[in-house]
């Protein structure tokens, strides 16, 4: 198995995707298990995945269509379904939401979670036929992903104390993702 040939599958940039994907689903596992700590580092070191996955490939010209669209599945679990698990979990633990306000919070994540994946399928449509140019067109889904992050400190540390706060946050950063907003690449 030559991790340097494009046409392999396991290629060492895919192996690193592959990583990204498996810290997902770890901190996935730690997340409902209350361990957020741990699945916080785990996302990170996810999130570094995905900065080397795309590095390696480029410097070893590995890429390949099937690491492209394996990096958007990569992203969508690790910038997407995660944080968005991360944060449920974490407002239901310290903020203590029941009821009607959990079943508010669950609908705004899922909602957070099908734009994040229709955000990643436009992008990925564009870059099929040359439309990406100097800037991203909507929030990318690591800043996204980010932007949860921050709500899941202001939540932790009982600076946002009320899911319905969060909830309306979450849309907000929902509609940001497919919105017109030119956020300039790195």
Known sequence: ????????????????????????????????KGDFFTAIILAWIGGACDIADGKLARKYNLSTEFGIQLDSFADFLSFVVMP???????????????????????????WYIINGLRRLVEFNL?????????????????LGAILLWVLYLLTAYGVIT??????????TIAWSLNSKLKIPHP
């Not at 009821?99 to 705004?108: D, K, N, Q, S, T």
Request: glycine share 8%; aromatic share 16%.
């Open 84 to 110: 968005a698990f991360l944060l449920f979990y974490a407002v239901k633990q310290y903020a203590g939401t029941t009821g009607i306000e959990e079943l508010i919070l669950g609908l705004v994540f899922i």
């Open 1 to 32: 198995m030559n991790l340097f040939d494009k046409d392999n599958r396991f290629n060492i940039a895919n192996m690193v995707t592959y990583l990204n994907i498996t810290m997902g689903v770890m901190a996935i596992y730690f997340i409902v």
């Open 162 to 171: 009320s899911g319905y706060i969060i909830a309306i946050l979450v849309t």
């Open 126 to 142: 564009k870059v099929d036929v040359g439309e990406v140019e100097k800037y991203f067109e909507g929030v990318p889904t690591p």
